[in-house]
């Protein structure tokens, strides 16, 4: 018998016209490329992820990774998400959106404490976000940046890598390659 797929084609081909559609005046920070290759990255990981480590929900995890940055960056709300994906996945986005009505220091520990409330697959999310973030720093970054950069990603390992030994192994990899552009 063949394996099904652990996610829903279909509902993939729909998030991902969603989002490229929401996204289509964005560009991939300091490129001119579409901002999708971001969301492309990061739902490649959790791809990976739910392959390595099966009884995942693909679904839930899939869907947040294509849409996880449409309710912080583009006019979509998470009323939209949840009409058109249910209320799982507008949840999961919600918990993965920085609040902007909060001072900058305190948004990703927020954040961060949201999605620990959410199922595991949406701590999954976080972590191939960073995982995909975490390469060669934009021109223009001081050390300094890059330094607290760094940082965020050990304190997004600590708090959510629990979920998920595959992208727990994959992010300290990448936190480690990272040093070299902390000197
Ligand atoms: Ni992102």
């Known amino acids: 018998m063949l394996t099904p797929s652990p996610f829903d084609q279909d ?11 929401a996204h289509a ?9 579409p901002y999708l290759l971001h969301l492309g990255m990061v739902a490649m ?20 990774a294509l849409l996880h940055d ?3 960056d583009t006019p979509v709300t998470q ?15 919600g918990a ?8 900058k220091a305190e948004r990703m520990p927020d954040s961060l404490r949201r999605i620990r ?4 697959e949406i701590w999954m999310v976080k972590l191939a976000d960073r995982i995909t973030n975490l390469q060669t720093p934009p021109t223009g970054w001081s050390v300094d940046k890059v ?33 070299e552009h902390c000197r």
């Not at 997004?156 to 629990?162: C, E, T, V, Y």
């Open 11 to 21: 509902r993939w081909v729909a998030a991902w016209r969603f989002a490229a559609a």
């Open 25 to 33: 005046p964005q560009r991939f920070p300091g490129t001119d490329l």
């Open 45 to 64: 990981e959790v791809k990976a992820a739910i392959a390595a480590e099966p009884g995942r929900n693909g679904d839930l995890a899939v869907l947040c």
């Open 70 to 72: 449409t309710v912080e």
């Open 79 to 93: 009323d939209d998400l949840a009409v058109r994906f249910g209320p799982a996945v507008a949840a999961g986005v």
């Open 96 to 103: 993965l959106t920085k609040n902007a009505e909060l001072p």
């Open 117 to 120: 409330d959410q199922p595991h």
């Open 147 to 179: 330094r607290r950069y760094r940082h965020e990603a050990v304190a997004i390992r600590d708090a959510l890598g629990a979920a998920s030994p595959f992208l727990l192994t994959r992010i300290e990899l990448k936190i480690t390659a990272y040093e």
